[in-house]
């Protein structure tokens, strides 16, 4: 069974950093596939932040570009296994609901259906 269990989320005044991880279990990395982070405001859609493929492949959203950075330290053979999102010069807007996602196929979708698998978030606030 795979699981995805997110931490690192937390209240932060605005220009600050956090990292979030994502611990990821019960997954198989012999085959392609993509991973990534989304974030939710209430009332809103769930929208894609950064994704990562397993060919290494970075994708992310205008909105965060230069500010985050997705990476991860994933494989067969890695005790980590976690998918990290580092978060510079945060914002009051991108306070959120932030949830790691993964798919067991090599496509990189842009919406959260093409995602299977889901852990059940981590909240950021971020204070001006």
């Known amino acids: 069974e795979v699981q995805l269990v997110e931490s690192g989320g937390g209240t932060v005044q605005a220009g600050g950093s956090l990292r979030l991880s994502c611990k990821v279990s019960?997954?198989?990395?012999?085959?392609?596939?993509?991973m990534g982070w989304f974030r939710q405001i209430p009332g809103k859609e769930r929208e894609r932040v950064a994704r990562?493929?397993?060919?290494?492949?970075?994708?992310?959203?205008?909105f965060v570009k230069g500010r985050f950075t997705i990476y991860k330290d994933i494989s067969s053979d890695s005790p980590k296994n976690t998918l990290y999102l580092q978060m510079n010069s945060l914002k009051a807007e991108d306070t959120a609901m932030y949830y790691c996602?993964?798919?067991?196929?090599?496509?990189?979708?842009?919406?959260?259906?093409?995602?299977?698998?889901w852990g059940p978030g981590t909240q950021v606030i971020v204070s001006s």
């Open positions: 996602a993964a798919n067991d196929g090599g496509y990189c979708a842009i919406g959260p259906d093409g995602y299977t698998f």
């Open positions: 019960g997954y198989t990395y012999s085959s392609p596939y993509c």
């Open positions: 990562i493929g397993s060919d290494g492949g970075l994708r992310y959203a205008d």
